[in-house]
C-alpha cells in the first residue's frame, strides 16, 4: 500500500516531456513556505495498492510517456512503498520496452538520501533533493529554491537531464497547469514567490474564492 495525495497525467511542468504526476500523502519535514501543505498530514483513508496505481498509469498513458515524477508529500517517508512503485515501473518500462524516466523530489538533504537510502537512489534515473528555502527563489528548471540541484542517477537520467543541469530559468517561460477535479481547483508547477496569492487575488476579483489554499493552513 501507498499513500497517495493526487495522480495527474499528463504532466508538463515538472520533468521534460508529458509525464505521470504523483504526490503521496504524508511529509514529516514541513518546509516553511511550502505549496503543498495539504499533503503533509498523515491519511489512512488516501491508502491504495500499489498493483492498483500501477494500472492506473498503465491506462492513462497507453498512448506512450516521457516520464514520471513524484513527489509529495515526502516519498521517502514511505521507503518500502516507494521501493515496491519504482520496481513496478522499473519492471512495467522493461517489459513494454518503453524509455521513460522516473524523476523523483526529496526534501531531505542529498548526503542524507546517499547514507540512508542508496538502494532507493538505483532505482531512480534523476532526483531533486534538499529542503525547500523560500528565501531562495528559485533559479533553474523545476526546483523550487535555489539550493535545490539536479542529481542525475542513471545512464538513462544523464541522457534525459543533462541539457537542464545549469539551464537558467529564464531561457523558457514559466508554466503553470491547472487541473478542475470537482469542486476543487489544483496547480501543477513551481510558482516563483507570492506567485499563488496573486492569483487568489485575481481570481477573487473575478468573483471565485478560494475557501481553502494549500499553501497556508
Not at 82 to 111: E, I, K, N, T, V
Request: charged share 25%; hydrophobic share 40%; glycine share 10%.
Amino acid at each position: 500500500m501507498i499513500s497517495i495525495n493526487k495522480a495527474h497525467y499528463p504532466v508538463t511542468v515538472l520533468g521534460p516531456g508529458r509525464r505521470i504526476g504523483l504526490w503521496v500523502q504524508g511529509c514529516s519535514i514541513g518546509c516553511k513556505g511550502c505549496i503543498s501543505q495539504d499533503t503533509w498530514a498523515d491519511d489512512p483513508e488516501r491508502l491504495m495498492p500499489i498493483a492498483e496505481l500501477l494500472a492506473w498509469c498503465r491506462d492513462v498513458a497507453a498512448g506512450g510517456l516521457d516520464g514520471v515524477t513524484i513527489s509529495g508529500g515526502e516519498p521517502f517517508d514511505q521507503p518500502e512503498a516507494l521501493a515496491a512503485l519504482l520496481q513496478g515501473l522499473r519492471a512495467w518500462r522493461r517489459q513494454a520496452g518503453l524509455d521513460f524516466d522516473l524523476l523523483c523530489y526529496s526534501g531531505y538533504p542529498l548526503a542524507t538520501l546517499r547514507k540512508r537510502q542508496a538502494p532507493l537512489l538505483a532505482l531512480l534515473d534523476a532526483l531533486i533533493p534538499e529542503p525547500f528555502v523560500e528565501a531562495r527563489p528559485a533559479s533553474e528548471p523545476w526546483r523550487g529554491s535555489a539550493n535545490q540541484p539536479l542529481v542525475l542517477l542513471s545512464a538513462r537520467g544523464r541522457r534525459r537531464y543533462a541539457a537542464y543541469l545549469r539551464q537558467p530559468l529564464a531561457l523558457g517561460p514559466k508554466r503553470i497547469q491547472a487541473v478542475v477535479d470537482g469542486d476543487r481547483v489544483w496547480y501543477v508547477g513551481i510558482p516563483a514567490r507570492g506567485d499563488m496569492e496573486r492569483l487568489r487575488a485575481l481570481c477573487a476579483v473575478r468573483g471565485l474564492d478560494f475557501s481553502e489554499v494549500s499553501w497556508r493552513q
